[in-house]
């Protein structure tokens, strides 16, 4: 049998004694190499100070070098930024087409279908069409599919659609795209709710009234009218979500009722070329005709940029590093010592605006709705400023269950006044109530092990023991659990308060914190607070919605009012009405403060990114879904 | 030596075995389960996909169902399982991936070689001299600083003065230079402990031979100081180096969870992170599985290789 060279190699038996001196002889080497590098560390004593010296004065030559060149620089890369921003703002034909945007995320998402999933929604979006887009920050809706629209009565809005509007070759063969596919694409949310678990918010939905009553029409091809069934005063921005993707009725039938696993079923700008554990890349839909003028942030011509990476990255340092070297053009919300030093990062651009959070403290209304006066002492244990100070770092304002950015939201002052701080009143108050009794163990809350900060929630902890004297337990929950954990049936609930903010929703002052208060929103399935009316009342015993119904029934009543109210003076005063009833009656969600000034940093080369706070907005015209936003090589 | 040998073999089964028992139950213990993360975690409203993933995943069935057909599948066929994350097999995905995270700890254990020996050998030849409290700091230094928060100031740093990164995003040896740029930094980070540790020991094993009576024999004969330490104190000296390369290979395979999750290196590492965000049970206890099986047969072969390369140690 023929050996090659290293055969004999193979064969030969290697002793003991040959592997130790082969080891031997390995280390030798290394040690002699460390030596060299180490040797002679005992004849430069004199040579040392002097190099010393040589040294200090050349940092120091040097320092003031860079000083004088960073200083050059930074007026240099001023003028620039400020002539390329006014070249870009004043002559559109600087704009370029192509490029990737390079996304990156910690975690790849658990469904695909726009009606389902609310982690990361605006994933997404990318490859949907919707009829409009709305931006809080012009305060405007553009059509997307839809031309234009008018409102005959408070109940009926008509949409014309554009014409030839076709669905990606994966989607139903690529069929054209109708109003009826609109209609069957709305119509899914309540089957979605109770059959696929949807996570989407049912107010984003719900006030069509697909389930109380609501019809589409579609006389043609591009005409699509919505018979609601009650009157919505925010029904124009409601649209503008993207959970309001139009969708193939084939895809979603092919799928087995759903899109979870479906990625290309819409007809939006682009579709998913590739979708693995490491990321996702979308590539343009060749389908795809763009509008017939442009629209806001929606071009009349293709998009500007021709591809998209998700890179899926766990390590947040990892992240950053990547954004920093230019290697993505993410990375998402930052507080405010980052935005500082993020500041003269040439690879960084940071977008700064007025925020529009929103953070609450949910409290289990099961737990607490038959203890007004508890929940009263709860409030008046949390020393608000100290909050703003410790946590928002000082840049913060008071919270109120309307968004800041909404003209409906109570003045400073007035939310002071109703949400103040005083532990001796709430001592008094716990005891009158009975407070040990009720809670003999203390609180449990949920703090989330994948958060960026958990400040928030350790302030308040803190607060709530050092001014009320009952501790809290911090129960940890990573990613996989935490919704669960949350959205616990009734009754269930590990959790006396939970601490949460979002600012994904954000463009009618309807949602935001208020959607947290209402049975038919947040309020039912995260703070527990049903009514017999609540479509999923029918999954619990009575004596457990008993104890929530009243205080449930007289919020809901009072936020319908809103909806309904079409005036938008008289709807501001109603608004501003439920507000202060939440504030005096302290169920069963308590605002916190929030940013007043929101930090998102993304790629220097980007332009055209949508202002603070659409940028990131799921229910308006973010970053995701400007399609006039382009690369500069 | 070959009854020992055979011994340990037929224990390696029974070790595994307690072990996929006890991974089983502990991640069935844990709240929360791929149906309800890939259905949404809707509270339990999500009945239809709930109840068909926990079906595909066999989730419906008793504890004792899921474990036997679990544990027969890797018995009988070899088969790890299917996961409903990422929806491929788990057999498929872990060649790949043991490849990584190997590339990552075959580096690690050179880098581990290259800084202990010599550390340890200059400081038991310099023993009680400037050099050797110097580098006895900086193995102490190495042991005490975690990895972890290294592998952050490297990966930040370079970011924020130089705006680059010193490991780029995974390529593959379609681009070898690259690649290995990107596997040195985290096999570096991952040598320092093992390297401080071997230093330590190497310098200790040295300094005790230096010490013996047959070194003082040489000395005696005349030889020269090299020919001593080279000939005489070196080879005896590099048993204990077996026990840390044997440690070093298990040890490669904990650190590389949060290196690769840093460094964001497709390997077993991130991957059994990503199954635990996931609850993809059937890849954690796969992984886990393996994991055990790897340190059982390297504490096998290390213990073999002692015996083998030290005469007086016998089974």
Known sequence: MAEGYWGKYWRRRVSRRRVLAGGAAVGAGAAALVAVGCGDDDDDDDAEPAA?????????????????????????????????EAEATEAPSAIQR????????????????????????TWTALTYSHLLGYSLVEEEAWGDAATGWEQPDATTLVFSLEDGLKFNPEAAGGRDMTSEDVAFSYSRFPTSLSELGSEVNQLQWGWMGVDRGASFDTPDATTLTINLAFPWASAIPSL???????????????????????????????????????????????????????????????????????????????????????????????????????????????????????????????????????????????????????????????????????????????????????????????AQGGGDEVFPDGFVTVIATFGASTRHIEFIAQSIEENLGVPTRLEPADLANYVA???APAGQKIWHYFIAGENSLSTIPDYNALTHYVPNGYGAIFGGVYTFDHPLSAAYPEEIIEVTNEIGTELQARYDLQGATVDPEERK?????????????????????????QYYAMGARLRNVPGVPDIANNASMGYRRAQNMWIEA | MSS?????????????????????????????????????????????????????????????????????????RWDFGFSPISREHINSEIGPRVWNTGQVGLLSIVFTLLIGIPVGAISAIRSGRPIDYGLRFFAVLGLSVPNFWLATLIIIFPAVWWGTRVAPDWVGWEDPLTHLQIIAVPAFLLSLAGGATLARIVRSSMLEVLRSDFVRTSRAKGLREAAVVGRHVFRPSMIALFTIVGLQFSLVLGGSVIMESIFNIPGMGLWVISAVAGRDFIVIQGVVVFFAAWFLVITLLVDVMYAWVDPRIRY
């Not at chain 1, 192509?98 to 929604?121: A, E």
């Not at chain 2, 149906?35 to 504890?63: M, P, Y």
């Open chain 2, 4 to 76: 020992y040998i055979v011994r340990r073999l037929l224990l390696i089964p029974i070790t595994l075995f307690i072990i996929t028992i006890i991974v089983f139950i502990f991640m069935r213990a844990v709240p929360g389960d791929a149906g309800q993360v890939k259905c949404g975690a809707a509270g339990s409203f999500d009945e239809t996909c709930f109840e068909q993933v926990r079906k595909e995943l066999g989730l419906d069935k008793s504890l004792f169902e899921q474990y036997t057909l679990w544990a027969s599948d890797i018995v009988l």
């Open chain 1, 240 to 430: 503008g979500s993207s959970a309001m993707a139009i969708v193939a009725r084939e895809a979603v039938e092919a799928g087995g009722g759903h899109l979870k696993d479906t990625p290309n079923a819409g007809g939006g700008a682009y579709m998913f070329d590739n979708i693995d554990d490491t990321g996702n890349t979308y590539k343009r839909n060749p389908n795809y005709r763009g509008h017939s003028s442009d629209r806001g942030r929606f071009t009349a011509e293709m998009p500007y940029i021709d591809r998209w990476e998700d890179a899926i990255v766990t390590d947040p340092s990892a992240r950053e590093a990547r954004l920093l070297a230019g290697d993505s053009d993410v990375l998402g919300g930052i507080d405010k010592i980052q935005a500082e030093l993020f500041a003269n990062e040439g690879n960084v651009q940071v977008i700064e605006g007025p925020a529009n959070d929103h953070a609450i403290m949910e409290l289990d209304g099961f737990k607490w709705a038959q203890h007004p006066l508890l929940r009263e002492a709860l409030s008046l244990s949390i020393d608000w400023e100290a909050y703003i100070d410790v946590v928002l770092d000082g840049e913060g304002i008071r919270g109120a269950p309307v968004g800041p950015a909404f003209s409906q939201v109570l003045p400073q002052d007035e939310i002071r006044e109703l949400q103040q701080f005083d532990p001796a009143r709430a001592k008094a108050l716990w």
């Open chain 1, 52 to 84: 010393a010296t040589q040294a200090a004065q050349a940092t120091e030559a040097a320092a003031e070098a860079t000083e004088a060149a960073a200083a050059a620089e930074e007026a240099e890369a001023t003028e620039a930024a400020a002539a390329a």
């Open chain 1, 573 to 597: 005063q109603v608004l501003q009405d439920l507000q202060r009833y939440i504030f005096t009656n302290f169920c069963c969600v308590l605002p916190l403060p929030v940013p007043s000034v």
């Open chain 1, 485 to 487: 954990l949350a959205t």
């Open chain 1, 98 to 121: 192509g490029g990737t945007f390079r996304h990156q995320k910690s975690s790849q998402n658990t469904s695909l279908d726009p009606s389902v999933t609310v982690t990361d929604p």
